[in-house]
């Protein structure tokens, strides 16, 4: 079975600081993407990666970065935190369009508040 | 501007009954779509998907039916039952392996 994990289910931060969250697969997939999920607006995509090193934007990638150093772990970096991104943060990863496989396959989400 | 739109926020059926989730699109562009359902505080699980070469594919109770000429897809459940009620999503696959996800539909499935 595929497994991704997500480093804290809940979180509690403070206006300002700095947030790590971490996203780890264990299925060697090549791609990884970062979701907020909020109420009346689904699943929209901050940023993704398809490769070490390699990312690209979302549809709402402002106040936020990423980081892919290593294939099966994949950060999301609020800068400096703020109410308005108060969410469900999903992570996810799949196989790339050669492998023929198309499903995405999600982490239990870390549910942020930030103060 | 929405690609992906589901316009019922929620559905309730009767145990034993068709569930029936709808989900338009307006990119002729997708080749590939797929059906998520997600529990409160957990992440969204993978249903069953269609290709866009195809109009119809079914596992078990689940069936996915797409009309391209409509840009319609829909997600057929039967017999529902309790352990079905929760969040469905629809999403889209553009020529990227990004996916383009739906608000999302509660179904509710009642005794």
């Known amino acids: 079975d595929v497994k991704v994990t997500q480093s804290s289910r809940y979180l509690v931060k403070r206006t300002g600081e700095k947030v790590f969250l971490e996203c780890v697969q264990d299925m060697d997939h090549e791609n990884m993407f970062w979701y907020r999920q909020d109420p009346g607006l689904g699943l929209r995509l901050i940023y993704f990666?398809?490769?070490?090193?390699?990312?690209e934007k979302g549809d709402i990638p402002e106040g936020y970065s990423v980081s892919r150093e290593k294939k099966e772990r994949f950060s999301l970096i609020l800068e400096s935190a703020s109410t308005n991104q108060t969410s469900m943060y999903l992570c996810a990863s799949s196989y790339g369009r050669r492998e023929g496989r198309n499903e995405q396959f999600f982490g239990p989400g870390t549910r942020l508040t930030v103060l | 501007d929405q690609q992906v739109k589901q316009n019922s926020p929620s559905l309730s059926v009767q145990e034993g009954r068709i569930s029936i989730l709808n989900c338009d699109y307006t990119n002729s562009m997708f080749d590939y779509f797929l059906w998520y359902k997600k529990y409160p505080a957990e992440g969204p699980t993978f249903l069953i998907s269609i290709s866009s070469i195809k109009d119809k594919n079914e596992d078990g109770r689940f069936t996915v039916f797409l009309n391209k000429s409509a840009k319609h897809l829909s997600l057929h459940i039967v017999p529902s039952q309790p352990g079905d009620s929760a969040v469905y999503f629809c999403?889209?696959?553009?020529?990227?392996?990004?996916?383009?996800f739906g608000t999302g539909t509660r179904l509710q499935v009642f005794p």
């Open positions: 999403a889209a696959r553009e020529y990227t392996d990004k996916l383009i």
């Open positions: 990666s398809y490769d070490v090193k390699m990312k």
